[in-house]
Antibody, heavy 123, light 110 residues
């Protein structure tokens, strides 16, 4: 059974960079069928797509976040990562990693999700 | 302000049918892009309910159905059950080169 699990700090100081990792188990991140994404959800608010990566390293970002976001993949460790720079209070959210549905590319539907991790930005 | 517009809340009694609308524009739903729907139970990650406008992933009950017309899409839930009480989100691609979501609709089962 595929599982995704986010890991990283729960607290980030304002202006610093957030680093999260999504570890995939029960499936290979090298599969040519799937793209892998990051999303977030501020407390009490809706979902926002951050970006997506393919095992080759090709990336696709939300234009509104592109200047601050970097997504990378490490196929040897079967995980992919997210970095968000210049964090502010507006970046406080539950961050999710997920796998897109087979047959869909970036920004398509997401069929498997991690449990999410709450990241709070403090000053 | 979400790119896709959903009603903040809908409600229905057990056994009834409810629909949730998702209104977009000519740069997303109206451009022909597919609409996907998610269910989010309290404190949990979203779960994919419908993809490609009307397709149910394996394991999703046929009480859930999706449709699309013009610049809008709808999620219908028939035979409403208490366990359906959740937040529902629509998603589509936008010509701004981004995946976009609706603001979410809270379904209350009376």
């Amino acid at each position: 059974q595929l599982q995704l699990k986010e890991s990283g700090p729960g607290l980030v100081k304002s202006s610093e960079t957030l680093s999260l990792t999504c570890t995939v188990s029960g499936g290979s991140i090298r599969s040519s069928l799937y793209y892998w994404g990051w999303l977030r959800q501020p407390p009490g608010k809706g979902l926002e797509w951050i970006g997506t990566i393919y095992h080759s390293g090709s990336t696709y970002y939300n234009p509104s976040l592109q200047s601050r976001v970097t997504i990378s993949v490490d196929t040897s460790k079967n995980h992919f990562s997210l970095k968000v720079s210049s964090m502010t209070a507006a970046d406080t959210a539950v961050y999710y990693c997920a796998r897109h549905l087979a047959g869909y590319a970036a920004a398509g539907p997401l069929g498997y999700w991690g449990q999410g991790t709450l990241v709070t930005v403090y000053s | 302000q979400s790119v896709l517009t959903q009603p903040p809340s809908v409600s229905g009694a057990p056994g009834q049918r409810v629909t949730i609308s998702c209104t977009g524009s000519s740069s997303n739903i109206g451009a022909g892009y597919e609409v996907h729907w998610y269910q989010q139970l309290p404190g949990t990650a979203p779960k994919l309910l419908i993809h490609g406008n009307s397709n149910r992933p394996s394991g999703v009950p046929d009480r859930f159905s999706g449709s699309k017309s013009g610049t809008s899409a709808s999620l219908a839930i028939t035979g409403l059950q208490a366990e359906d009480e959740a937040d529902y989100y629509c998603q589509a691609y936008d010509n701004s080169l981004s995946g976009v979501f609706g603001g979410g609709t809270k379904l209350t089962v009376l």
